[in-house]
């Protein structure tokens, strides 16, 4: 497997969610956020890789807002977080807005990547801080990671093979899902099942618990 690849942008800016195509009265469709996008690539590209990274991608948004008057005290302690003032941000703009611009920003220049279908893993997360800060990580992501992310949370193992093992041959004992291609475990009433499969196929028993 190669070593991944990754690009790191990190610049302290206020977080900007995408707004909404508008039409003229000519009819014709232009994206107000255009500018915002250029003015932030100007900020990214100290960042921009030598080549653009290659195959599927993982995106991870880190974006920190400036924190309102509200969270602090007031007076000679107006430097100090009220005690209750939160960090997580949860109010708007809503996140995939935020995530959508800075996709868009950086599909837009294709100095960082190709095109927009490339991106296969998205996490992204909101927090409130003294200043605005946007900090993005582009991560080239092999297909046996996507692959056991599938497995893990959307495969539901429903059509497996038992594989006894064969000293003759060498073959190792296995247990796979048939529609990701996952080794499985052999725990709880699946050994039974396929202890019992394996018996009527290869008409002995075969101890799947092995200590």
């Known amino acids: 497997m190669k070593p991944s690849k990754n690009i790191i942008i990190d610049v302290f800016t206020d977080p900007i969610s995408l707004k909404r195509h508008r039409h003229t009265k000519s009819g014709h469709v232009y994206n107000p956020s255009m500018n915002d996008m250029k003015d932030?690539?100007?900020?990214?590209?100290?960042?921009?890789?030598?080549?653009?990274?290659?195959g599927s991608l993982k995106m991870t948004f880190y974006f920190v807002?400036?924190?309102?008057?509200?969270?602090?005290?007031?007076?000679?302690?107006?430097?100090?977080?009220?005690?209750?003032?939160?960090?997580?941000?949860?109010?708007?703009?809503d996140l995939s807005n935020v995530v959508k611009f800075y996709e868009d920003a950086l599909g837009l220049t294709k100095f960082f990547y190709h095109d927009d279908k490339q991106?296969?893993?998205?996490?992204?997360?909101k927090f409130y801080g003294?200043?605005?800060?946007?900090?993005?990580?582009?991560?080239?992501?092999?297909?046996?990671?996507?692959?056991?992310?599938?497995?893990?949370?959307?495969?539901?193992?429903?059509?497996?093979?038992?594989?006894?093992e064969e000293?003759?041959?060498n073959t190792p004992e296995s247990y796979v899902?048939?529609?990701?291609?996952?080794?499985?475990e052999l725990l709880g009433e699946d050994?039974?099942?396929q202890?019992?499969?394996?018996?009527?196929?290869?008409?002995?028993?075969?101890?799947?618990?092995?200590s």
Not at 65 to 80: E, I, N
């Open 119 to 125: 991106i296969s893993y998205i996490k992204g997360y």
């Open 40 to 54: 932030f690539y100007l900020m990214a590209k100290p960042f921009v890789p030598k080549k653009p990274l290659e």
């Open 65 to 93: 807002f400036k924190r309102p008057k509200k969270h602090y005290r007031s007076g000679k302690y107006s430097d100090q977080l009220k005690p209750k003032s939160p960090l997580i941000h949860q109010v708007k703009p």
């Open 130 to 164: 003294k200043q605005g800060r946007v900090k993005l990580i582009i991560e080239e992501i092999s297909d046996e990671t996507l692959e056991d992310v599938f497995s893990e949370h959307c495969c539901s193992h429903s059509d497996k093979e038992y594989q006894p």
């Open 191 to 193: 050994v039974d099942i």
């Open 195 to 210: 202890r019992d499969e394996a018996y009527e196929e290869f008409g002995t028993w075969i101890d799947m618990e092995k």
């Open 167 to 169: 000293k003759d041959t």
């Open 177 to 184: 899902c048939l529609d990701c291609n996952a080794n499985l």
